[in-house]
Each structure stands twice: as C-alpha cells, then as structure tokens.
C-alpha cells in the first residue's frame, strides 16, 4: 500500500491567493482526518470525516478554510483567501477502526 | 481538561543512553496513550500505545510506563541510537478513538553518536 498520499508537498503562495491541498487515504479507510502543525501550536485537529461526511469541523480556523471529500479515495482543504498566518504543514490522516492513525507526508504551506 | 503537557521540550542524549519523555493529563476519561515518532519531512506514525489497564508495555527498545494515580506515563528508549533521532508526540484519548486524540506539544530528540 502506498500509505496517505498528499499533494503537493510544498506550495508557496502570495496572500489573497487560494490554496488547495489535496489528500488521498489508505484504500478501505473509512476515517480521514486534517491537520495543522506549527512550532507555537503543534498539531491541531482541523476536521475529520467519516464515511465521507464532515464530523467535526470545530477545529477549523475561519470561513476561510473549507474541507471536502467527495468520495472515499480524495479530499481537499482548500484556504480562500490564504493569509500569512496559515503557514504551516498541513496532514492529512486515515484510519480503520478508528484507532491507529496513518499519516502523509504533509503539505509545507507558505504564504508570503 | 484536554490538554496533554509533555516534557521536556527537547532532548539530547549520547548513543546507548537512555531517553526518557514525560507526558501528564488532566482527563480520568482518556483511555488510550499512544505514542508517535516523527522524523523530519514525514507525518508522525504510530509508534506503541498503552491502556490503562497495564503500568507498561515494552516492544523492543521502547517502553511506556503508565501511572494511572499521577496521571503520568512516559516513553523510555533504551540504548538510543541516532537513528532515534525524530520528534516524539504523546497523546491521549477516549475509548481509543482517533476522533478524539489530544497530542502532546512533541519532544525532539537528538541522539548523538
């Protein structure tokens, strides 16, 4: 298995600009989570869902960040606009049977 | 109440020592203590997990012990080795889902040859 797949691994861009990340979990997973990790605030939950379906969208930041997963292999994150302060690396998780969760590689974000 | 406070920030150890990182909780109702490694580029991964029905769980080289009256369980990894070297992230959570898990704010770990 390839393991969580995102895409791309590094995105810089200028503020105002919109930003998508993209994920693909592990086939047969049936949990995919988003995550926010910087130095002041480590990994912070920003929405996960099951079965497809939004979950828990507390953790997102603003109106800004939207989440979508229109089936089970793809999900985006997409920030618009994108500020500076959304720089950080972005992951996204899976998992099945709600326990160990698999992480990608992440998305560095810079926003200038 | 859902925090998770690990200590220390960072740490560096000599080859063949011994790591040690803390966490501590507030919430009786976490149930599930996993730990993940982190190496840099990469997302964290699993790396052992315990239930508080057990004070440790040992799987090679590391071990978790557990203190459920302190609220307290820690890593210790045994004869480090550079290769060791990533950020580590305690976490916690209820009836061991992963909807749920509170991390800790990570301990990097150098290990020096």
Partial sequence: ????????????????????????????????????????????????????????DSGMPE?????????????????????????????????????????????????? | QQQVKQSPQSLIVQKGGISIINCAYENTAFDYF?????????????????????????EGRFTISFNKSAKQFSLHIMDSQPGDSATYFCAASIRGSARQLTFGSGTQLTVLP
Wanted: net charge positive; proline share 8%; with cysteine.
């Fill in chain 1, 63 to 112: 109106d800004r960040f939207s989440a979508k997963m229109p089936n089970a292999s793809f999900s985006t994150l997409k920030i618009q606009p994108s500020e500076p302060r959304d720089s950080a690396v972005y992951f996204c998780a899976s998992t099945h049977r709600n326990e160990k969760l698999f992480f990608g590689s992440g998305t560095q974000l810079s926003v200038l």
């Fill in chain 2, 34 to 58: 996993p730990w993940y490694q982190q190496f840099p580029g990469k997302g964290p991964a699993l790396l052992i997990a315990i239930r508080p029905d057990v004070s440790e769980k040992k």
């Fill in chain 1, 1 to 56: 298995d390839a393991g969580v797949i995102q895409s791309p691994r590094h995105e810089v861009t200028e503020m105002g600009q919109e930003v998508t990340l993209r994920c693909k979990p592990i086939s047969g997973h049936n949990s995919l989570f988003w995550y926010r990790q910087t130095m002041m605030r480590g990994l912070e939950l920003l929405i996960y869902f099951n079965n497809n379906v939004p979950i828990d």
